[in-house]
């Protein structure tokens, strides 16, 4: 699958306008590229509690995931600041699970179009994965009747 950044960036910037952001009237959208040429677009979704607050680039990722993708190749990012808007950890993190961290293309767009193009190992060095999880670490979470939770040590 040939990567037309364009089409990617062009679609990023229409997705802004979905964004539903009553409270810092900052839009953000984005367009994820699927291995097989679908794109998926997502905008940022804000909440008066802040915390249920959704990133366009997880909305993007979550709405292709429900429908049964998994295989990323880009994702484009714009915001309405006339600068480059980088992701921030907590959709670096979900890019994670899902993508190859050498291969798996972040673009960030300014509104005219402009772009600078990273990997995703590049923007999170380091990331925490399936790996972290199966590392021996000699210690085993357990739990009483009662619900109090302990520690094993070996």
């Known amino acids: 699958m040939d990567l037309n950044i364009e089409l ?67 994702i484009a990012i714009s915001g309405d600041a006339d600068d480059y808007l980088y992701p921030c950890g907590v959709c670096r993190q979900v890019m994670s699970e899902f993508c190859k961290a050498d291969t798996f293309q972040i673009i960030l767009v300014k509104e005219d179009g402009t772009y600078k193009i990273f990997t995703l190992e590049e923007l999170l060095p380091g990331a925490f994965t399936e790996t972290e999880l199966k590392k021996d670490s000699g210690c085993r979470a357990s739990a009483t009747e009662e619900g109090e939770r302990y520690e094993i040590f070996d």
Not at 25 to 35: D, E, Y
């Open 8 to 74: 990617l960036a062009k679609k990023a910037i229409e997705a802004k306008e979905h964004a539903y952001v009553p409270y810092s009237h900052f839009r953000v959208g984005a367009a994820l590229l699927t291995a097989d040429g679908k794109i998926y677009t997502g905008c940022n979704i804000e909440n008066a509690a802040y915390t249920p607050t959704n990133c366009a680039e997880r909305t993007a990722f979550f709405k292709a995931v429900s429908e049964g993708e998994r295989d990323f190749t880009a």
